[in-house]
Every structure is written in structure tokens, then in C-alpha cells.
């Protein structure tokens, strides 16, 4: 079973550019999950789809960062205009979403630097 | 708010010793909790997932336990070896999220060979 894919796995910008990234999920997956993991701290979640609906993106700033999860399965997300404090490593997880107490599977992430 | 939090921060052992890793939560009402590896630079690993009516789960040397009512969980490693040195993460999916994890910021271990 292939597992959740994610790219570019590194990425280096400069500040203020844009950047974006793409997660495949596990095939049959509805759930579909965004984290961003600061080094040093735990993952923290940014947006959490069913489908292609959003059920919470309330730690999403909304005024740069984007996503999308169009017919469902892929999804993107997008930093516009990056900052300094975006540097991160940002993780896809996906999760059968029609079963309660699912469990949880992660891409290798991507590495993103904003210089 | 679901709070995670994870005990020691960092950890160092010798080669071949066992050990317990600390996760506590603070709203009970949980699906279950996963166990979780982490090489630097890496994505996560999942190791054991228990479910909320299940006491532990086996993985070869990897034994985790769930307390429910306590909020708490334990990862025991046992035999440690230098492979196993990574940094390890706790996540609870809690209940009326839509299977929503919160982490803790993860144990850093080191066994020294």
C-alpha cells in the first residue's frame, strides 16, 4: 500500500516570495490533514479536510497561507508572501474519515527555509 | 483545549538499557493515542496506536500503556539500541473533532552505544 506522498521534500525561499505544496494521501482516505512542525516544538495543526470541505482551518493564517483539496483526494498548500517564522517542516497526514478513532498516517514532509 | 504534554524533554541512555517515555493529556475524552518516531529531518512514524478501551499494545521491544482516566500514557522501550535514536511524539485523537490529533513537543532520545 503506497503511503501518503509529499514534494517538493526541501525548499529554500526568500522571504516575501511564495511557495507550494503537494500531498497525495493513501488512496480511500477522506481525511486529509495539514500540520506545520516548528523545530524543537510538536506538530500543530493548520487545516483539516473531510472530502474537499474544510472541517477546521481555525490555526490557519488565513492572510498568507492558503489550501486547497480539490475533487477530494490531492491537496495544496500555499504561503503568500512567505516570512522568516514560516520556516518550518510541514507535514500531510491522512486518516479514513468515516471512522471514529482512525488512525493517522504521515508523509516524510517538506523541509521549508525562508532566508 | 486539549493539552499534550511529553516527559523528559531529552533523554541519553546506554546501550541496552530500558526505558519510559512520559505522555499525559488533559481531556480524557479520547479515540486513542498513537506513538510516534521521528528521525531528524524525517516525517513521523507511526508505532502503536491503543485504543481508548484498550490498556497496552505490543510491538516488539515497544510496549505503550494508556491510562484513560488518568491522562496518561508510557512508550517502554525495552534492550535499548543506538537505532533507536530519534525523537518520539504522543498525539491523542479527540473525541467531537472529526479525528483530530493533538501532539505533544516529543521526547529527544539518544542511546549511546
Known amino acids: 500500500e503506497a503511503g501518503v506522498a509529499q514534494s517538493p521534500r526541501y525548499k529554500i525561499i526568500e522571504k516575501r516570495q511564495s511557495v507550494a505544496f503537494w500531498c497525495n494521501p493513501i488512496s480511500g482516505h477522506a481525511t486529509l490533514y495539514w500540520y506545520q512542525q516548528i523545530l524543537g516544538q510538536g506538530p500543530k495543526l493548520l487545516i483539516q479536510?473531510?472530502?474537499?470541505?474544510?472541517?477546521?482551518d481555525s490555526q490557519l493564517p488565513k492572510d498568507r497561507f492558503s489550501a486547497e483539496r480539490l475533487k477530494g483526494v490531492d491537496s495544496t498548500l500555499k504561503i503568500q508572501p512567505a516570512k522568516l517564522e514560516d520556516s518550518a517542516v510541514y507535514l500531510c497526514a491522512s486518516s479514513l474519515g468515516d471512522v471514529r478513532g482512525a488512525e493517522a498516517f504521515f508523509g516524510q514532509g517538506t523541509r521549508l527555509t525562508v532566508v | 483545549k486539549q493539552e499534550v504534554t511529553q516527559i523528559p524533554a531529552a533523554l541519553s541512555v546506554p546501550e541496552g538499557e530500558n526505558l519510559v517515555l512520559n505522555c499525559s493529556f488533559t481531556d480524557s475524552a479520547i479515540y486513542n493515542l498513537q506513538w510516534f518516531r521521528q528521525d531528524p529531518g524525517k516525517g513521523l512514524t507511526s508505532l502503536l496506536l491503543i485504543q481508548s478501551s484498550q490498556r497496552e499494545q505490543t510491538s516488539g521491544r515497544l510496549n505503550a500503556s494508556l491510562d484513560k482516566s488518568s491522562g496518561r500514557s508510557t512508550l517502554y522501550i525495552a534492550a535499548s539500541q543506538p537505532g533507536d535514536s530519534a525523537t518520539y511524539l504522543c498525539?491523542?485523537?479527540?473525541?467531537?473533532?472529526?479525528?483530530?490529533?493533538?501532539f505533544g513537543t516529543g521526547t529527544s532520545l539518544t542511546v549511546i552505544p
Open positions: 498525539a491523542v485523537n479527540l473525541k467531537g473533532t472529526g479525528n483530530q490529533f493533538y
Open positions: 479536510f473531510q472530502n474537499n470541505g474544510v472541517v477546521d
